[in-house]
């Protein structure tokens, strides 16, 4: 295994540090000057490995995208269709707990912030959107062909209004900071699809 070269690591900082500055400011909200204070990063380095504040907000929606689908892999597991998808309800609850539902989702909070007048972003988001829902559309159409899963609606609808939800749910919880807002989205969508709490 290679060790990660000193432009690595810095790059890896600015991603991490400015993830969190996005979560409690926002995109529009973070300066260049603020991501310089917390990443301790000069000016002209910063530059060098990112050219405007935009490209660190396109790196940080790759990294996303990448925790989006090891997220997904790890909380998707079960001996049968609709057991992976009671798993990663629960999965989806414990992360916002442990994180004191501080923050929300920052793929929703991107999507709201920057889907109307950032097209690149748009694209990024609708990416792990489209990425989610497939997940998601899979293990029900597997769920669906056991048998195990008897909703009427087609699994890629149903997917959609899963992860619809489960964004809703996540945005109540972060204003509230009461874990019930997202509790009572996902035991919805636990009686749509006949599961039991």
Same mark, same amino acid.
């Given at each position: 295994?290679?060790?990660?070269?000193?432009?690595?690591?810095?790059?890896?900082?600015v991603?991490?540090e400015?993830?969190?500055?996005?979560?409690?400011?926002?995109?529009?909200?973070?300066?260049?000057?603020?991501?310089i204070?917390?990443?301790g990063?000069?000016?002209?380095?910063?530059?060098f490995?990112?050219?405007?504040k935009?490209?660190?907000g396109?790196?940080?929606?790759?990294?996303i995208?990448?925790?989006?689908?090891?997220?997904?892999?790890s909380a998707?597991?079960?001996?049968?269709p609709?057991?992976k998808?009671?798993?990663?309800?629960?999965?989806?609850?414990?992360?916002h %707990?442990?994180? !004191?539902?501080?923050?929300? =989702? $920052?793929?929703?909070?991107?999507? #709201?912030?920057?889907?109307? @007048?950032?097209?690149?972003?748009?694209?990024?988001?609708?990416?792990?959107?489209?990425?989610?829902?497939?997940?998601?559309?899979?293990?029900?159409?597997?769920?669906?062909?056991?048998?195990e899963?008897?909703?009427?609606?087609?699994?890629?609808?149903?997917?959609?209004?899963?992860?619809?939800?489960?964004?809703?749910?996540?945005?109540?919880a972060?204003v509230? %900071?009461?874990? !019930?807002?997202?509790?009572? =989205? $996902?035991?919805?969508?636990?009686? #749509?699809?006949?599961?039991? @709490?």
């Amino acid at each position: 295994m290679e060790l990660a070269t000193k432009g690595e690591i810095t790059r890896a900082r600015v991603i991490r540090e400015t993830t969190t500055l996005i979560h409690e400011k926002g995109f529009k909200g973070t300066s260049i000057s603020d991501i310089i204070k917390v990443t301790g990063v000069k000016k002209g380095n910063l530059y060098f490995h990112f050219p405007s504040k935009e490209a660190i907000g396109v790196a940080i929606l790759d990294e996303i995208k990448v925790e989006s689908v090891t997220f997904l892999e790890s909380a998707l597991q079960g001996r049968t269709p609709m057991a992976k998808i009671a798993n990663y309800l629960d999965e989806v609850f414990a992360k916002h %707990k442990n994180k !004191n539902f501080v923050g929300g =989702c $920052l793929i929703g909070n991107t999507a #709201i912030e920057m889907g109307d @007048n950032n097209p690149f972003f748009a694209g990024k988001i609708t990416e792990i959107f489209a990425h989610w829902k497939s997940s998601i559309a899979l293990v029900l159409s597997q769920a669906k062909a056991t048998g195990e899963l008897e909703n009427e609606m087609e699994a890629d609808i149903l997917a959609n209004h899963v992860v619809a939800v489960i964004e809703g749910g996540i945005m109540m919880a972060k204003v509230s %900071k009461d874990e !019930n807002d997202l509790k009572n =989205c $996902l035991d919805s969508l636990r009686l #749509i699809m006949g599961l039991k @709490n």
